[in-house]
């Protein structure tokens, strides 16, 4: 079923349109919530709009210092922590295209996706190898990470098209090789229809 209702603004930026605070979504309204105990649901971490903009605009100039460009992709390979959202974000709030990816993925499957995609950079957690990783890949683990967030300059959403690249997804390769998806800025706002049901 094609989406028929009305169309993104042209100017989009997917970062922009999820975190930013306004007035359905003030600063300091909770936005992200990380549970380490599923049986107790304590929160380890607690995050509001406000604050996921100031961690994810730093990161984005950051990443910006790190030498990347405008549509260069991330492959973020982090466990499950608030990093791994704050480092998707970020990239895509700075005009990078991020690849979320398992932490438990094989070397060749790690190169294969860095060749496939011309990956620049690499957020990898620290408890796993990088020495399958092409030379031409800068890895930033635990202690580049933490500087992102708490870098001293914050970015101003790049000014991105609707149909601009925002991120990749790989197929889960049971076929064949996965297969990268390119999914653009626009992809969040196809998704309103379905807030109702959520």
């Known amino acids: ?3 028929s ?5 042209q100017k989009f930026n ?3 349109y999820c975190l930013a605070p306004n007035d359905e979504r003030p600063a300091d309204k909770t936005a992200l919530i990380v549970v380490n105990d599923l049986d107790t649901l304590e929160a380890a971490e607690t995050w509001s709009f406000g604050e996921l903009e100031d961690a994810v605009l730093r990161i984005a100039v950051g990443l910006k210092a790190h030498g990347l460009e405008r549509g260069d992709r991330l492959l973020i390979r982090l466990g499950n922590t608030s990093d791994n959202a704050l480092l ?3 990239a895509i ?7 979320p990816a398992a932490s438990t993925l094989s070397g060749r499957e790690v190169a294969f996706f860095c060749e496939d995609c011309a ?3 690499i957020a990898l957690d620290a408890s796993l190898p990088a020495d399958d990783l092409p030379d031409t890949v800068q890895v930033l683990k635990d202690e580049e990470i933490a500087a992102l967030k708490q870098f001293s300059e914050r970015a101003d959403y790049a000014d991105t098209n ?5 991120f990749i997804v790989f197929t889960s390769g049971t076929g064949s090789d996965p297969k990268g998806v390119l999914h ?3 992809s969040a706002w196809g998704r309103r229809p379905m807030y109702q049901d959520w």
Not at 93 to 99: C, D, E, S, T, Y
Not at 162 to 166: I, L, R, T, V
């Open 1 to 3: 079923m094609a989406f």
């Open 5 to 9: 209702g009305q169309p993104p603004p």
């Open 14 to 16: 997917m970062s922009r």
């Open 88 to 90: 998707f974000y970020g």
């Open 93 to 99: 709030a700075g005009g990078f295209v991020p690849i």
């Open 119 to 121: 990956v620049r950079a």
């Open 162 to 166: 609707a149909e601009d690249p925002a």
């Open 184 to 186: 653009a800025h626009r």
